[in-house]
């Protein structure tokens, strides 16, 4: 709870983290209570400044692990997600969170065929749930579901309700992600000029955008980021964690204190707990983030890794790679070998290539080490037989 004051007081854009949540919303993923709790600890070390847990009026186990985590003595604030009735918000205050998010549809279409409502009994749910949070002293962010499809005008006046009834935030969500930066830019900074209020973006990746729809709405004034690890979430997912933190630090030059040398360890694991594994090429936590194959990047990332690295591995908790393929250069092949304890010339490398190349393309991957290895023994063999006059090996 602290770290969200503290952060809120240093003017920090401050991170939401709704794995728990959003996350576990995501079809076929289920998160054991054990990895609730171990999540949620994990995002506390990390340092993120909430956590929104889950949905108490659920009951049964998912109303008792909430419970539980905040029994954890957690730094971060937690909140938990409520419809906007007093029902939701009554089993979430039962769980003793300090922060309820307050859901309701503000457009036209979820209206009228998700709600079979009107705009004025929405602004109305919206209002009484709201005072009935206020009333208890929690921690209250209204969220404006399918925010993105609904008519400005309408979202502007949702918000000034929810402001006088006593929200701290407004939830803006692209619920089904289809912003682009540039209009989201425009929007936030819309809505944030009309109605003063504090903006948390909140964005799903259907088109491959949701961390730069959050950072548009960051640079037009949003100061909250909702986000989940590895961008898990419905559908296609939610802005992610590692991109959007890495993003301010390294795009947009805020600074932060989230230790973010714990990512690879907590994409790990949400991975595994999600049974979706890590994309190799996943943005900043994949393994191949810093592998490096092809002659010009390796000899590059050799000489200086800023030639092709914008952060350090360690950074993120992940290692620097020299893979050997089919695009490999004598300098990382003497590199690697080196690692093996064998020193080869320059010549001795250039004559190893062709091989090497050979074998990549024929297995249609890079080399493991040891086949790197038995290719050099076949080689060091042939240059003994056959004297300075070196023939390729593996000839067919
Ligand atoms: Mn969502």
Not at 117 to 144: C, D, L, W
Not at 188 to 212: C, R, V
Not at 262 to 283: D, N, Q, T
Request: with cysteine.
């Amino acid at each position: 709870m602290d770290r969200l004051k503290k952060g809120l007081e240093n003017n920090d854009i401050i991170i939401v983290d709704t794995t728990l949540r959003d996350g576990e919303q995501t079809a076929g993923v289920v998160f054991s209570n054990q990895e609730k709790i171990r999540i949620a600890k994990m995002l506390d070390e990390i340092g993120v400044h909430q956590i929104e847990v889950g949905i108490p009026v659920m009951g049964g186990s998912e109303k008792a692990v909430i419970k539980k985590i905040a029994a954890q003595g957690l730094n971060c604030s937690l909140m938990a997600w409520n419809r906007a009735n007093i029902n939701d918000i009554i089993h979430s205050l039962d769980c003793g969170v300090d922060a309820v998010a307050i859901s309701i549809s503000t457009s036209d279409i979820h209206i009228k065929h998700k709600l079979n409502s009107t705009r004025e009994q929405v602004m109305e749910s919206m209002v009484k749930a709201t005072e009935f949070a206020k009333k208890h002293g929690v921690y209250i962010s209204v969220n404006a579901e399918d925010a993105s499809r609904t008519d400005i005008d309408f979202l502007v006046e949702f918000a000034l309700a929810a402001r006088d009834a006593g929200a701290d935030r407004l939830r803006y969500c692209d619920t089904i992600g289809v912003l682009e930066p540039f209009k989201t830019y425009e929007i936030i900074l819309s809505l944030i000029e009309k109605t003063g209020m504090d903006i948390e973006m909140h964005t799903h990746n259907d088109f491959g955008m949701a961390t730069a729809n959050a950072l548009a709405g960051v640079r037009a004034g949003a100061c909250f980021i909702g986000v989940t690890v590895n961008g898990l979430g419905e559908r296609a997912g939610n802005a992610a964690l590692e991109e959007v933190v890495m993003a301010l630090k390294h795009i947009f030059n805020k600074d932060h204190d989230i230790k973010t040398q714990m990512f690879r360890e907590i994409s790990e694991y949400v991975a595994r707990a999600s049974g979706r594994i890590l994309p190799p090429g996943k943005a900043i936590v994949g393994d191949n983030m810093f592998r490096h194959e092809s002659g010009i990047h390796a000899d590059g990332v050799i000489k200086f890794p800023g030639t092709y690295e914008v952060f350090s591995p360690e950074d993120v908790g992940l290692e620097r790679q020299i893979v050997i393929g089919k695009h490999s250069g004598s300098k990382a092949i003497m590199l690697k070998f080196k690692e093996y304890g064998i020193s080869l010339t320059e010549d001795e490398a250039t004559e190893l290539l062709p091989a090497i190349r050979r074998n990549t393309v024929e297995m249609k991957r890079s080399l493991f080490d040891k086949e790197l290895v038995y290719l050099y023994e076949d080689y060091m063999h042939k240059k003994l037989e056959k004297g300075i006059d070196y023939s390729p090996i593996n000839t067919d």
